[in-house]
């Protein structure tokens, strides 16, 4: 079984098509980098998979059945700034929204479910901030509260949308450790992502997107110059080493945005 499987999906607004029928296969227990350039519809495709898009075509299972919000198959982790950071709660409160799916809306958390919500706390280092109020804390602290409560839903599939925008080096190397954690017990992981350097140490599976799919597969086959030209339209360029950034040992790839 798949852990994704996507087929004939597209999505317009209005006249502009910003997915064009894609056609994805996600095996079970990977790690997954969704990559391509700005404006590719890699947020879109995670919106649409898991239906919080009208104007769709195609059908999309996940691990062989239709999404369904009200279970727990599936934790999602936003973009910060889709975010309302504003809003007057705790970071212990947001992470206990992830146990909805198992108390439902209408009940109030147990125990055990405060007691599971402090240790997907104290797993992303936040154990200190639980009644901290989340517009009180920094963007990377905002992201591991944030990835708790992805934690805390106990999925099976997780969709987490440019995780790594904003943090700290400490943040950043933090949350790809979980995300390792949930691979090896079995878990899929599907990232926006867009630091091209460190994609082929990050992750298993890659998913090469400009408004179609234009390659998915294993990291090692599929993340080649060739195909991400193709898939950034000759947006991208390779620097030497003579430059004062950190350069990768392939010659410096980067993504230009």
Request: hydrophobic fraction near 40%.
């Amino acid at each position: 079984m798949n852990a994704i499987q996507v087929s004939h999906l597209s999505v317009a607004y209005e006249d502009n098509i910003v997915l064009r029928d894609i056609n994805l296969k996600v095996p079970v227990g990977q790690l997954v980098g969704i990559i391509g350039p700005n404006g590719a519809g890699k947020s879109t495709l995670i919106k649409a998979i898991l239906n919080q898009l009208p104007n769709k075509t195609g059908k999309v299972e996940i691990l062989g059945h239709s999404f369904n919000p009200k279970n727990h198959l599936v934790g999602y982790v936003p973009q910060r700034n889709a975010v309302d950071w504003d809003f007057p709660t705790n970071a212990l409160d947001v992470v206990l929204m992830g146990r909805y799916a198992h108390i439902g809306i209408f009940n109030r958390p147990s125990a055990k479910d405060r007691e599971k919500a402090l240790k997907c706390l104290k797993s992303v280092g936040m154990g200190g901030f639980a009644d901290r109020s989340i517009g009180q804390l920094s963007g990377g602290q905002q992201q591991r509260v944030f990835l708790a409560r992805a934690l805390a839903q106990e999925a099976e599939v997780y969709f987490m949308d440019e995780p790594f925008v904003g943090v700290d080096a400490a943040t950043e190397l933090t949350i790809i450790n979980i995300l390792k954690k949930l691979k090896a017990k079995g878990k899929t992981v599907l990232v926006v992502h867009h630091d091209l350097q460190t994609v082929d140490e990050y992750f298993d599976w890659t998913v090469l997107l400009n408004k179609t799919i234009i390659a998915s597969g294993p990291t090692k086959e599929i993340f080649t110059e060739e195909k991400l030209q193709q898939t950034y339209g000759g947006k991208l360029f390779f620097m030497n080493k003579k430059n004062n950034e950190n350069i990768a040992e392939r010659g410096g790839l980067r993504d230009i945005r």
